[in-house]
């Protein structure tokens, strides 16, 4: 009887939060869209677990979705001076961001770990194996990415490439050796090109957890998408997309 009436109760809240955000009639949608398969651009229009998601989440919510570029490195930024609603494309929870921001309930854990060229994997199998004189580690600027390499690397050389959709060709050309990244994005990759390896994916350096930024004023919002997010997920939803966009229900 007890369970029965908090469920209610709570559907009830639901409903009314609902009600009380639903008057803005559309939700802006912040990503930089160059993070595949969470947000990638395609003729202008973004798409990806995060975008798939958050199309769903309107459905469900009565919401229309608008659009914004932004970049990772004013991505917090760009969030917190009104330019959108939710920040997306596989955003990471932080310390830094969570001191300024909100995060909505966590669909998504990896972790950070190397990729390289298929033939060169032997020699990065390990942190220390990657932080050397003379090993080139690049990174796209202004996400976490980057913020793990300046924290954690003192002897490689960091090599910064801004456009994070062909930091791979970097690689592939020989003019870096590494790139430390999400898990998930290095598997991703590999499978889209076989001459680059994931090297160690189920043992990544780190564990992140990622989930969509809001802003502080927006605890209404969240509450709701994280009601529609775990339920969404005890029912299998965000295992299906992720299945659609990587091949794998989850690393």
Same mark, same amino acid.
């Given at each position: ?28 949608? %912040? ?39 932004? +970049? ?14 939710? &920040?997306?494309? %596989?955003?990471?929870?932080? @310390?830094?961001? !969570? @001191? !300024? ?35 080139? $580690?690049? $990174?796209?600027?202004?996400? +976490? ?11 490689? +050389? ?11 060709? @970097?690689?592939?050309? %020989?003019?870096?050796? $590494?790139?430390? +990244? ?41 509450? $709701?998408?994280? &009601? ?24």
């Amino acid at each position: 009887m007890k369970e029965s009436k908090k469920r209610y109760m709570n559907e009830l809240r639901e409903n009314l939060l609902l009600r009380m955000i639903n008057k803005r009639k559309i939700i802006r949608i %912040g990503t930089p869209g160059d993070y595949y398969p969470f947000s990638c651009r395609r003729d202008e229009e973004p798409e990806g677990i995060d975008i798939d998601l958050l199309r769903n989440f309107a459905a469900y919510a009565g919401f229309s979705l608008k659009f914004v570029s932004t +970049t990772w490195d004013r991505i917090l930024d760009d969030l917190l001076r009104g330019s959108f609603d939710i &920040a997306a494309g %596989g955003v990471a929870i932080s @310390k830094q961001r !969570r @001191k !300024r921001a909100l995060f909505s309930a966590t669909y998504f854990r990896t972790g950070k770990a190397p990729l390289t060229l298929a033939k060169n994997a032997h020699r990065y199998s390990t942190f220390e194996e990657i932080d050397r004189p003379g090993v080139r $580690v690049i $990174v796209n600027p202004g996400g +976490t990415n980057e913020h793990f390499a300046r924290k954690r690397l003192q002897k490689a +050389t960091l090599v910064v490439h801004i456009d994070n959709i062909t930091v791979f060709e @970097k690689i592939l050309s %020989g003019e870096a050796d $590494v790139m430390i +990244t999400d898990a998930v994005e290095a598997v991703v990759q590999e499978d889209k090109n076989p001459l680059l390896k994931a090297v160690n994916p189920m043992k990544p350096f780190t564990c992140s957890h990622f989930a969509f930024m809001l802003g502080e004023n927006e605890q209404y919002l969240k509450e $709701v998408l994280d &009601a529609w997010l775990v339920g969404h997920g005890r029912q299998g939803g965000i295992k299906k997309i992720i299945f659609r966009w990587t091949g794998r229900s989850i690393l």
